[in-house]
């Protein structure tokens, strides 16, 4: 590729509301799902431990919104997805799962009940538009479906300040929104849904506003954490972090070829609900097994595991390593990837520039702040 064509490129990646104010903190930019997103500013390990210790605020505006509305919205989204949307009620969420007819995730992703005729999901900006025509194509006429991603700024305010440090801007106490509960409320003046979930194993806050007020409530979370050592986190320490806690990431542990039962995530298959998209397949594979686990590790030799790294039990190969970091809570080499169903937990190695590095098969989550010297 030309000079020209790598700049064109680049040019044509899309920018958060928050560009701006990211190049004038300082942060590192890079192409992420099409976007021009911070990756770390200062440093990444200060960050992620600025989120288990204190706070963090991201900027995670690249992740998509899709709405789906009508009389019919509540079926429509109990077919679309795996987990039991009719416990839902107004002002809650949940963690589902898109799945196509064989199982395969389309995508994961939170889903917001607003009302029993209006829901939103909350999507990953790798498959917003994909998941959208997925939405679409599978409700037919049944509800209405709208891609709002562009109506909506997200921040994440992340840490075991967090809650003191939003009260602080909020017109509304906080607390009063418990675990995967949501509520329309003012943060610096600005209407705004903020949810209760978090991706990073801390309490936290995710926060959806129109972009044009998004500078003003970045801004205002940072200088209302500034006395308890708040932290704008990029990219780095959102995988680093999640990691920690063993939670997947699509296009890793999660695609159209890998089903929420090989990814461990059986609990959010509601198989008790008369059908939805993937259901056969998906009771097949909790009835009678899979393939393929998938497992964590610690390494025990030098090393950093990455996703592509063959995962080797006795010598031989296992499997294939899909997600791997040095965890800064944790100081050691931490992993994940699917392996052979069946295969043993000793013996295992990770196959890093040619080498066998001997790795500890573990169940995550790595990271609970009782591990931690």
Sequence with gaps: ????????????????????????????????????????????????????????????????????????????VERLTTNNASRLIDGSCQYTLLCNEKGGVVDDVFLYRISKERFMFCVNADNSDKAYEWIKKNTANAANVKNLSDAYAQLALQGPFSERILARVSETDPSAIKRNRFALIKVCGIETLVSRTGYTGEDGFELYLKPEGSEKVWSG?????????????????????????????????????????????????????QDFIGKGPLVRQINEGVSKNLIGFFMEDDGIPRQGYRILSDGTPAGEVTSGTFSPSMRRAIGMGFVAAGCPGEGLAIEIRGKARKANAVTPPFYAKDKVK
């Design 1 to 76: 590729m030309t000079r020209h064509g790598r700049a064109l490129l680049f040019m044509e990646l899309k920018k958060t509301p928050l560009y701006e104010a990211h190049k004038a903190l300082g942060a590192k930019i890079v192409s992420f799902a099409g976007w021009q997103m911070p990756v770390q500013y200062a440093s990444l390990i200060e960050e992620h431990i600025a989120v288990r210790q204190r706070c963090g605020l991201f900027d995670v505006s690249h992740m998509g919104e899709i709405e789906v509305s009508g009389r019919d919205a509540l079926c429509a």
């Design 221 to 273: 979370l940072l200088q209302a954490g500034k006395e308890d050592g708040i932290l704008p986190c990029g990219l780095g320490a959102r995988d680093t972090l999640r990691l920690e806690m063993g939670y997947p990431l699509y296009g890793h542990e999660l695609s159209e070829e890998i089903t929420p039962i090989e990814a461990g995530l059986s609990k959010y298959v509601a198989t008790s609900k």
